[in-house]
């Protein structure tokens, strides 16, 4: 079993829709929960990081990591044509060297 | 500043060929690290290094060698190029390393490369 495991998609909503994005992980070490965004051809950028459990929003972004059942979530209100990228979801634990380990990404489209 | 830079953009190697990625940033990072991206395998660690002159492997280090001379520069060597060597190669940096705010993972624009 991969240490994260992440919905393969892809996934296609129409705009103004609520998409939610799901992880799972096995680790219990891991505290830190991160989302990546990654355009077309473009190196992936951090969008949100959580430590521990629960919520951060961010504008139309809402992270959510809840530790019991180790599951990551990702909630984008209001989607966008702009929000069309794979995301990736990634976790470490804390420490020196700690290293990322990502999920395999989503692609979501978000139709005009 | 410029952030991480690779280069080139697009490469086409025959099997046996070698060659280096190069990367490159300016923020004075410790921690930089290159990963693979295939389709349906996401971002898998190749190299990483904590410091100039310090390396280490990562998840899939098979066939590619590092090296950290400076700060700023961690070049990616193949010895050997493969089919299987077939990816988009990302360099990344941070400020040290792990999750947290200040260990914020900068990744460059990617190489893309095939091995025929």
């Known amino acids: 079993q991969k240490e994260v495991e992440q919905d393969p998609g892809p996934l296609s909503v129409p705009e103004g829709a609520i998409v939610s994005l799901n992880c799972t992980y096995s680790?219990?070490?891991?505290?830190?929960f991160m989302w990546y965004r990654q355009y077309s051809r473009k190196g992936p950028e951090l969008l949100m990081y959580?430590?521990?459990?629960g919520n951060k929003e961010d504008g139309r972004f809402t992270a959510q990591v809840d530790k019991s059942s180790k599951y990551i979530s990702l909630f984008i209100r209001d989607s966008q044509p702009s929000d069309s990228a794979t995301y990736l979801c990634?976790?470490?634990?804390?420490?020196?060297?700690?290293?990322?380990?990502f999920g395999k990404g989503i692609t979501l489209s978000v139709r005009p | 500043n410029a952030g991480v830079t690779q280069t080139p953009k697009f490469q086409v190697l025959k099997t046996g060929q070698s060659m280096t990625l190069q990367c490159a940033q300016d923020?004075?990072?410790?921690?930089m690290s290159w990963y693979r991206q295939d389709p349906g395998m996401g971002l898998r660690l190749i190299h990483y290094?904590?410091?100039?002159?310090?390396?280490d492997q990562g998840e899939v280090p098979n066939g590619y060698n590092v090296s950290r001379s400076t700060t700023e520069d961690f070049p990616l060597r193949l010895l050997s190029a493969a089919p299987s060597q077939t990816s988009v190669y990302f360099c990344?940096?941070?400020?040290?390393?792990?999750?947290?705010?200040?260990?914020?993972?900068?990744f460059g624009p990617g190489t893309r490369l095939t091995v025929l």
């Open positions: 680790n219990s070490a891991f505290q830190y």
């Open positions: 990634a976790t470490a634990r804390t420490g020196a060297n700690s290293k990322l380990t």
């Open positions: 959580t430590y521990s459990s």
């Open positions: 923020m004075n990072h410790e921690y």
């Open positions: 990344a940096s941070s400020l040290t390393s792990g999750g947290a705010p200040l260990d914020t993972q900068y």
């Open positions: 290094s904590v410091g100039a002159g310090i390396t």
